[in-house]
């Protein structure tokens, strides 16, 4: 059975392509893949001058499957299948689509479970990567972006597209390479991760790093896995890609079996939720990957490369050690510090997006608390404020950060418009606006 | 030195008692301690009709030591030391402050790591009760608090104030208790924990319990102690007990060595401080007490004895397991249902409140997420539904859940006024109001 035949939005079976990039590739940590793969799909059909391909950029466990089945007995559908497919809001008869695995992920392209040629390189065993492989930044990905659209033949996309750590691609690209996309879709993104952010990746991080099967993420080789640290890892994440609201609203306090157990097997209905999610992920993801993912949103920053020479600085907010046991006092931080941070952020981001040439769609969720609606409105600002095209929807939606994932009318429709509108470049603005 | 002689708003030198409690003491799991210990700290003088005393509630981490100085060499004082003492909101010139360490605790009352007396009944070695002390619950404790106060001679409280897990003891003493206390001081809590509250406390849960030197929880038998798990688990209490802004505040993304060192150390301000707090909590807590006290959390929910026989409810909100790993979908609670929920859990906290008698002063935090404002109000509203005396503040402070240890002037002012204002009766209320 070909579910292409019997579902009418679907891109029906697809088949993942291994591209090989022979030459070496120097990384932002300044360590260098002498060789890499990336693995992709693509839905529908490149056009004759190469200009309806529309690039898919993926979030923290994502994948390139985007859209589609793999086979006829295929029982899930890649992970934006809503949005992408014939007549959907990405429209696979009108455009052609390429999702992307990055490298560091666990799915094909080369990363932590992919073979170290330098272990074979003396004629050695076959060694996976495991914590040799680098850490990786967004700007990396998107270097290996532009090389696969060379080799794709595409100068410039019609649009790139990303929620979340996708956005945060699609960010950059616009910044790293300004000639090479005409629209720039930004959902549910930040321009970077806030403390409490990076405070939640470090919890996840440190329950992988000391679950004692983590063995210094030489685990494969140990034929070993750091399941209890991925479980909880992936707890604390889901909770923090909902809401209190949904969880309310799934939940409650419903308890497992009607009464109180007064032990510590599951209780609440909650804990079974998360704990179930915890076990699945921790059977289809890879450590290595998740502790190089979390770093990878860490390190986010477009302005990196456009801050003045003492901006990288240490300790802007001075932290005495010795009195961390204390209480945290606001005080530290006065209002007017507050306003300068803000200020200077504000500025950096305005640089970074100066000599931008693309239109850009952001999209936030009102019910986000991860990457807040008000942290797509700095990137909208800043855009305006450099009097670049933007359009910007906040979306009211119930499912937190993970409504980027939902098939919502109201963001779907604003995505398709987006990607149909004509593309009017910043000098014919501004010339509509002088006439 | 003497502190108290340098420091006009302190209580000086501080020694706690430990009272013994020989009779049995049946809890709300239907297990028996044979005994019990409460250690208390006392502040102030008795006044001959014994009408001055005030009752202070710990939270999770807590303990008998609220205020003053275990020694002159003693650098910390009590933990709400900014709170009680000669001329502070709790006055001790005035009032006489007991404060009683729970049971399960791990400061000296009997818990998990005191002995349990199976282990001697036939000459056996002593054995800390480890994982075999009963899991207890906030009306458990009150019901100990009840016992302290016979031993203490105090038929009424002037007032009963806690903070936090604080505050749900001060909440079931009204209800369960309603002659024995003239005010009730409830402070930065909730009726009930949501759902996404118990997501966090199982997270902490397992960490602890994942822990392969949890060893079933008898760990102080094995020599060691589940280090790992204790501190991932602070490290995500901690997170929720701040705010994102407080955090960026302190932190911001401020790098420890100045620059991104790509690998898993420490890089980022906020992961130094994380981690050092977590390190330090592991030190001096007990495992089993913290997986004992994020249950009572869990567990607390006033209404429970005046539920309708059919409330304690098996799965309310149908959940299929097959399906948990589909994305939730909010369109299986209804708006209508959500109402019907909340009316439920409204009237089911006016019948839990309406035989009360003292008067109560309900105090949230602005930026409080863990147990926000909407909560307080929400016993606020059954309250006030209920013509019980309320007063209610929601202060504005910058530092989340956190804030009630914080000396903020208008919330000391509030609970200085409350505990001196004239006790007025319901009975006298309503008669004014006729008049």
């Given at each position: 059975m070909d579910r292409s035949a019997t579902e009418p939005g679907s891109v029906g079976i697809v088949t993942p392509q291994t591209l090989h990039f022979a030459e070496p590739l120097t990384l932002e940590c300044n360590r260098t893949l002498p060789s890499f793969d990336l693995v992709i799909e693509t839905y529908g059909t490149l056009n004759s001058d190469k200009s309806n391909a529309i690039l898919i950029c993926h979030a923290l466990s994502g994948s390139h499957h985007a859209a589609g089945y793999h086979s006829s007995d295929d029982k899930k559908a890649g992970w934006w299948d809503n949005m992408i497919g014939p007549n959907k809001a990405i429209d696979t008869n009108q455009f052609y689509v390429v999702c992307v695995n990055n490298i560091?992920?666990?799915?094909?392209?080369?990363?932590?479970?992919?073979?170290?040629?330098d272990s074979i390189k003396n004629g050695g065993e076959p060694q996976v990567y495991g914590p040799d492989f680098p850490l990786v930044t967004i700007k990396d990905w998107v270097k290996t972006q532009a090389l696969l659209s060379d080799r794709l033949g595409i100068d410039v996309w019609h649009a790139i597209v990303g929620g979340s750590m996708g956005g945060m691609q699609a960010m950059q690209w616009s910044v790293d390479y300004?000639?090479?996309?005409k629209r720039c879709v930004v959902i549910a993104s930040t321009p970077k991760l806030s403390a409490q952010n990076i405070g939640f990746n470090e919890v996840a991080r440190q329950s992988i790093l000391s679950d004692p099967d983590f063995k210094d993420g030489r685990y494969l080789q140990a034929g070993t896995y750091p399941r209890r640290g991925l479980i909880l890892a992936r707890m604390v994440g889901h909770i923090t890609y909902l809401t209190d609201d949904a969880m309310k609203a799934k939940f409650g306090r419903d308890l497992k079996s009607g009464?109180?157990?007064?032990?510590?097997?599951?209780?609440?209905q909650v804990e079974s939720y998360l704990r179930y999610q915890g076990e699945r992920f921790s059977k289809n993801f890879d450590a290595n990957t998740y502790l190089l993912m979390t770093k990878a949103l860490d390190y986010f920053d477009p302005t990196r490369d456009y801050a003045e020479p003492d901006d990288d600085k240490q300790a802007e907010h001075p932290i005495d050690s010795t009195n961390a046991d204390e209480n945290l006092s606001a005080d530290n931080a006065t209002d007017g510090q507050a306003d300068n941070d803000r200020q200077h952020e504000f500025n950096a981001l305005k640089t970074a997006f100066a000599h931008t040439k693309c239109q850009y769609l952001v999209v936030s969720f009102t019910t986000d608390w991860r990457f807040a609606p008000e942290r797509s409105q700095e990137i909208v600002d800043a855009l305006m404020a450099t009097g670049k095209p933007v359009s910007y929807i906040n979306v009211d939606a119930p499912?937190?950060?993970?409504?980027?994932l939902f098939n919502i009318p109201r963001y779907m429709g604003a995505v398709r418009g987006f990607l149909n509108a004509p593309f009017i470049t910043n000098q014919q603005a501004t010339k509509g606006a002088q006439s």
């Open positions: 560091g992920s666990c799915f094909g392209s080369t990363g932590p479970t992919t073979i170290n040629p300004p000639d090479r996309l009464k109180f157990m007064y032990g510590y097997d599951v209780e609440f499912h937190g950060h993970d409504s980027f």
